[in-house]
């Protein structure tokens, strides 16, 4: 039985109140204030596609690969690299080693829902693969996009003996049906007349991906338990559901609200969302639409209710921190120019041979522990660092990325340049022994405290705007594990 054996998802803790927006920007566009309702989810500045992406797929192992793993796949648009594979950078960075597969799926917002409509397909032979999808889109200011869209990531681990949900089919239709594009010289999407999007584009591609799908399934429309239709005009859901006689309350709610639209991920991040409340045998549907449409369809299965994740969807709502400061938005995403000061004028080149040579430490945080005591050290070196052995050659590769850890001391720092000052940092102790002198994320002016349970996470360590290069590292946050969120 092919489908989900675990899933998962991450959505960054900072929520952007829209009426924040729409203060600062209705002087210029009024029409703004139809959508200052509720809040969008808003990336850190050391966030992106790919950091969220990591965390997703910790959300959807819990710990542990479940399997062995011979693909990843990264689906998104926003990409921090155009010519680098950046499914690369998330399979070295879960540890996950080199004899696999790895693919970027890009270029359509339904580049999520065929990422995974692929890897289903390939699992009957080729073994378990991880998909992860991620988006951080940026948009002009003062668009109604802006208020509109949100960050957020998902992942999902397919393969046989699926004991989450079990994949029925699915349906696709490929058409050259352009709603909105982005120029490879273009910073920012182009949209078009969004009635036009909806009746032409929506109303007519789903409907027809939907009844093919339940042609060849053999399921009713009528059967159907979860719809999931993301899409940013209002009531198409409804309408295509009564178009295809898909019953009214099986529509899933889009997290326009609280959350925003995650685009090529949020039809997968919703699926996240249904996973955590669907029961044994319930169906499952799913719409991704973008150049054509995606239909899928999964029934759950009967070890769902004992498969969910550690936060999930809900879990990372819950885990929110209101932001109402626009400027900061507008600096976190590059669309205002700042003095960095001349503590920011350093010269950020990454010497890209020692980024290779040491790519375990740096990338995926990997220590080393001693054969010979048993002494874990980060990072690893060719001498035990214990004053008792010091024995040479001796370390095997020992990961710290889920090693629990708490705070020996901090500094908030605001001399030191910072994106976001002041700029915390500390020396953190690891439950199974080793320290490092890590940057903190994810806190509040001074919160941090001494004994601190702190969880490492895969963060932009910093940005080389001269040669746009991103350079990564993992960073202390307060663990949110601990307590569901």
């Known amino acids: 039985m092919v489908g989900i054996i675990s899933y998962g998802a991450y959505i960054p803790r900072k929520r952007l109140q829209r009426q924040a927006v729409v203060e ?88 999520g829902t065929t990422g995974l409509i692929n890897a289903l397909k390939l699992t009957p032979n080729d ?63 182009y949209h078009w007349e969004e009635r036009w999007i909806r009746d032409e584009g929506y109303m007519k591609l789903v409907p027809r991906a939907l009844e093919g799908l339940f042609t060849e399934t053999g399921v009713a429309p009528g059967d159907v338990n979860h719809f999931i239709m993301p899409c940013l005009i209002r009531r198409v859901g409804d309408m295509v559901a009564n178009a295809t006689g898909i019953p009214g309350n099986a529509i899933r709610d889009t997290m326009q609200a609280t959350m925003g639209e995650a685009g090529t991920a949020h039809a997968l991040v919703m699926l996240a969302a249904t996973l955590e409340e669907a029961k044994p045998g319930e169906i499952i549907v799913i719409a991704g639409f973008g150049q054509g449409c995606d239909a899928l369809m999964f029934r759950a299965g009967d070890y769902i209710e004992s498969k969910r994740p550690g936060m999930g969807v809900s879990g990372f709502m819950k885990r929110r921190v209101v932001e109402g400061n626009y400027n900061k938005f507008l600096a976190f995403n590059g669309l205002t120019t700042l003095d960095h000061g001349l503590r920011g004028e350093v010269d950020r080149q990454t010497a ?62 605001n001399l030191t340049y910072a994106v976001e000052p002041p700029q915390h940092f500390g020396m953190v102790i690891f439950q199974e022994g080793g320290r490092l002198m890590s940057d903190i994320t994810d806190v509040d002016v001074g919160g941090v405290e001494v ?24 960073k202390a946050a307060p663990d949110f594990t601990t307590d569901g969120g």
């Open 24 to 111: 600062a920007n209705s002087w210029f566009n009024p029409a703004l204030k139809a959508y200052g309702k509720g809040e969008r989810a808003m990336c850190n500045w050391d966030e992106d596609s790919v950091t969220m992406a990591v965390e997703a797929a910790r959300d959807c192992f819990g710990g542990e690969v479940p399997g062995e793993l011979s693909g990843v796949y990264l689906a998104t648009t926003s990409a921090p690299f155009k010519d680098r594979q950046n499914a690369g950078i998330l399979a070295t960075a879960l540890n996950l080693g080199d004899e696999l597969m790895t693919m970027d799926v890009t270029g359509s917002q339904r580049a």
């Open 352 to 413: 890209l041979t020692a980024l290779y040579r040491n790519k375990e430490m740096l990338t995926a945080l990997i220590g080393g522990k001693c054969r010979k005591c048993g002494t874990v050290q980060f990072p690893k070196s060719n001498v035990c660092v214990s004053p008792n052995c010091g024995e040479f050659h001796s370390q095997n590769d020992h990961p710290f990325a889920d090693i629990p850890a708490t705070v020996q001391s901090w500094t908030a720092d």
């Open 127 to 189: 073994g378990n693969i991880l998909v992860a999808i991620a988006e951080k889109r940026r948009t002009k200011a003062a668009n109604p996009q802006e208020l509109m869209y949100g960050d957020g990531a998902a992942a999902f681990v397919v393969g046989q003996d699926a004991g989450v949900a079990e994949f029925v089919g699915a349906k696709q239709i490929s058409v050259d049906f352009i709603d909105h594009y982005k120029g490879d010289t273009e910073e920012f999407d």
């Open 451 to 474: 004994g601190m349970s702190m969880r490492m996470m895969f963060r932009i360590k910093e940005f080389d705007g001269q040669r746009g290069f991103t350079r990564y590292f993992w």
